[in-house]
């Protein structure tokens, strides 16, 4: 068997015109150039012959990013900033002043917080606890009707009510008649006494006194009509009268001085009865200004926190509005940056739409297969000498070995 070795290559060749298209289009996105190599003070660099030193640079619009621009700086190296048209800096959301850049695209960003947003924050903080100075003051009202509620709640004592000190203990005094140690007490029936009765029990027993010294003159005047003047009969009857006299007279005062200490008692338990009506009504009213307080607390954090609220919703509105405006001016300036690319694409598309089913230049080039000389001419003698034995002849192959 002989061994073939097949090779085959083929080429497609553009016409010239959209060959010439093709490598202008590339250029303009990617090419190397030839620059003279510049020292430090930029002077070009030379080589030992005197010749300039060059360095491949690559050029075209896809040798750098479309997203990064030039900044500029004056001749002193300062950075150039932004002016509007009256010559005043223009400030970004952060109220920096924006350095002057040719082409490149605005970094992402995030607007701040707005200054309502910030005065939002501020009065959130300042807010927390708002409420702890009106709980503060509820507290003490609401205990102070505790305990007004708490000593309206004692029980009647004709002798006075025991006057108390702030720990709860008795408050003691000096008694001036007999020098002993009693408990002060106020409110008693001794308050509402009449001062008078006294005056009316002395008046009262002087009439009935007098009454029993004209009745004993009626019967001594009787007795001398009768001849019985000064005897055993007539004293006793004198006595009699006196005794009746004084009856009265203690009967009297007892019932005045009875009168006077039931009214006095009534008074004193209806004043008693009364204090502790009003006591009971203060005591719900200072609970209720301390629930009251302990609302307006409340009422003055939750007021607080809706303003809080209100501005932070104003200033989001703000904040949204704002970064809507940064990010379609950073889109406006990323699709200036990539417009050649798109301009470039479209034009890529362009050529491989017009170019479909364009017949282009095409060159053959292959090489048949190798053949093995010697195998051959020994195949074919052996061919012809098969032939020639056959029909009659001499062997080739006969001839060219004895040769």
């Not at 924050?121 to 102070?144: F, H, R």
């Not at 002060?184 to 009935?208: A, H, L, N, S, W």
């Not at 055993?232 to 009875?258: C, H, P, V």
């Amino acid at each position: 068997m002989s061994e073939q070795v097949i090779t085959s290559a083929q080429m497609n060749l553009l016409p010239e015109y959209q060959e010439r298209y093709v490598k202008d289009l590339l250029s303009n996105l990617y090419r190397t150039e030839q620059q003279p190599t510049l020292d430090e003070e930029g002077n070009p660099v030379l080589d030992e012959e005197g010749n300039p030193v060059t360095q491949s640079v690559p050029g075209g619009i896809a040798s750098r990013s479309p997203l990064l621009g030039q900044p500029q700086f004056d001749d002193d190296g300062n950075p150039i900033y932004r002016r509007d048209t009256s010559g005043n800096l223009i400030l970004d959301a952060r109220g920096q002043p924006i350095q002057d850049v040719i082409g490149g695209v605005p970094r992402p960003d995030i607007m701040p917080l707005t200054p309502a947003q910030q005065q939002a924050i501020q009065l959130g903080i300042q807010g927390i606890g708002a409420y702890a100075p009106l709980m503060e003051e509820a507290k003490g009202t609401y205990e102070t009707g505790v305990g007004t509620l708490e000593g309206s709640l004692g029980r009647y004592d004709p002798r006075g009510q025991v006057v108390r000190d702030y720990q709860g203990n008795a408050i003691m005094d000096i008694d001036p008649t007999t020098g002993a140690s009693v408990e002060r007490r106020v409110g008693g029936y001794k308050d509402f006494y009449d001062p008078f009765v006294e005056q009316v029990i002395d008046t009262t027993e002087q009439d009935i006194q007098r009454q029993a010294t004209q009745e004993r003159a009626r019967q001594a005047a009787r007795a001398v009509g009768s001849g019985a003047f000064g005897g055993s009969r007539a004293e006793i009857a004198e006595q009699e009268i006196q005794r009746g006299a004084d009856d009265r007279k203690a009967r009297t005062g007892a019932q005045l001085r009875s009168a006077a200490f039931s009214g006095a008692q009534q008074q004193a338990a209806g004043a008693f009865e009364n204090a502790q009506k009003r006591g009971q009504s203060g005591a719900q009213l200072f609970q209720g200004l301390g629930t009251a307080q302990a609302g307006l607390g409340q009422l003055a954090q939750g007021l607080g926190y809706k303003d809080v609220s209100n501005l932070m919703n104003v200033g989001g509105v703000e904040q949204q509005q704002m970064q809507a405006e940064y990010d379609v001016q950073r889109q406006s300036a990323i699709e200036q940056a990539y417009e050649p690319f798109t301009r470039f694409g479209t034009m890529a598309n362009i050529f491989a739409t017009a170019t479909r089913g364009t017949p282009a230049s095409s060159i053959s080039l292959g090489a048949k297969p190798e053949q093995n000389v010697l195998g051959s001419t020994i195949a074919g003698a052996q061919g012809l000498g098969a032939y020639q034995q056959q029909y009659g002849g001499g062997s080739i192959l006969g001839g060219l070995i004895n040769r």
